[in-house]
């Protein structure tokens, strides 16, 4: 025996069916980044990293074993970076700081946390705005270089800046 919607009842599925599956469908957000943002993050040594535009090598952030001040030439470098991201609508980042394997791993992750306090204030000052979480510190757990050369224990003591649409 075969069982048959009556024709209406089966025009009355079909269009909520149609109906529910346009209630799902949405515009996607808006996300990326402007040609002009993309612009200025390379101007200043940002480089496309993952999700996001890290600051690059040559521009890193590195820091003299168990120290987490910046020379004032310094903290200026990065309030002018600061101030040049928010003038094309660049206003928050992600800012990570990170140290060697020396010390314990509870020191090394207040040390962590002090260097990366240590940028955002003068980016902060250059006009970019952070909450609690993004300024973080990770310590010795995210390495760059390996801790058994003094060359890449320097790479390892280093803050990040990371930028994501």
């Keep these: 025996m075969t069982y048959a919607f009556p024709h209406k009842i089966r025009l009355v599925l079909i269009g909520l069916f149609a109906t529910l599956l346009a209630a799902c469908q949405s515009a996607p957000p808006a996300t ?3 040609a002009a943002q993309i612009a200025m993050l390379r101007s200043e040594g940002f480089v496309e990293s993952g999700p996001g535009w890290e600051l690059s090598m ?3 952030l590195l820091f003299p074993s168990n120290e987490s001040g910046l ?3 310094q903290q200026q470098r990065i309030a002018d970076i600061a101030s040049k991201l928010a003038s094309v609508g660049i206003m928050t980042a992600r800012i990570e700081g990170h140290t060697d394997s020396t010390g314990t791993s509870a ?3 207040t040390l962590s946390q ?3 306090e240590a940028v955002a204030a003068p980016m902060q000052a250059g006009g970019m705005r952070f909450t609690a979480d993004q300024v973080v510190g990770r310590g010795e757990t995210l390495p760059l270089s390996s801790n058994a050369t ?3 224990r320097q790479d390892n003591r280093r803050v990040v800046v990371i930028v994501t649409p």
Excluded: T
């Design 71 to 73: 020379p004032a030439d």
């Design 32 to 34: 990326g980044l402007s």
């Design 58 to 60: 040559p521009e890193r």
């Design 114 to 116: 002090a260097r990366a």
């Design 107 to 109: 020191y090394n992750l």
């Design 150 to 152: 003094a060359e890449g």
